[in-house]
Antibody
């Protein structure tokens, strides 16, 4: 069974740091680009970050650039998101998502989503 | 503000057909990129409903279909059922903003 399980979400003060993890199983993790997508409470979906299959290429939304770092360990089948200088507007559920197509393409869809992990930034 | 524009809400009676539009305000759908649709039931993670504009993943009923024309895409749901009540999001790629989502549409089954 294809599965993505996030962990690491928590309540943190503004300016603080957190590291999210996403454990993947049921597919060849190293063959797919992976992303983080977040959803603020009561709002829509927002792209956060993306990483290529070997981790050599990464992308970030302007809202998190310079504060968040995406990485992956293909031996441990795990995706990470290191978040620092957190702001209240970073609050939301963070989803780990898998690209649908193993071929490199920009406009791929996301066929697997984790259950999400909640990040709350508040004093 | 989302790059892709969706109506905030749509509604329909059981058995009816509804459509949800997704309009490009920049350089995504109009640039020829594929569109994908997700269904998010209350309290759950989004689920891929339509990919590559018109394809359905295994297990998705053929009541759901996708299309694209020019700078807009549409999700059509026929034979509306109570279980279809959910939020629906379109997603594509934008040459500037990269991966983009629509603001979401809440479907109410009357």
């Amino acid at each position: 069974e294809v599965q993505l399980v996030e962990s690491g979400g928590n309540l943190v003060q503004p300016g603080g740091s957190l590291r999210l993890s996403c454990s993947a199983s049921g597919f060849t993790f190293s063959a797919y680009g992976m992303h983080w997508v977040r959803q603020p409470p009561g709002k829509g979906l927002e792209y956060v970050s993306a990483i290529s299959t070997n981790g050599g290429v990464t992308y970030y939304a302007d809202s998190v650039k310079g504060r968040f770092t995406i990485s992956r360990d293909n031996y441990k089948n795990t995706l990470y998101l290191q978040m620092s200088s957190l702001r209240p507007e970073d609050t939301g559920v963070y989803y780990c998502v898998k690209e649908e197509d193993s071929r490199p393409r920009w406009d791929d869809g996301f066929d697997m989503w984790g259950q999400g992990t909640m990040v709350a930034v508040s004093s | 503000q989302s790059v892709l524009t969706q109506p905030p809400s749509v509604s329909g009676a059981p058995g009816q057909r509804v459509t949800i539009s997704c309009t490009d305000t920049s350089s995504s759908i109009g640039a020829g990129y594929d569109v994908h649709w997700y269904q998010q039931l209350p309290g759950t993670a989004p689920k891929l409903l339509i990919y590559d504009t018109t394809k359905r993943p295994s297990g998705v009923p053929d009541r759901f279909s996708g299309s694209k024309s020019g700078t807009s895409a549409s999700l059509a749901i026929t034979g509306l059922q109570a279980e279809d009540e959910a939020d629906y999001y379109c997603q594509s790629y934008d040459n500037i903003a990269r991966w983009v989502f629509g603001g979401g549409t809440k479907l109410t089954v009357l």
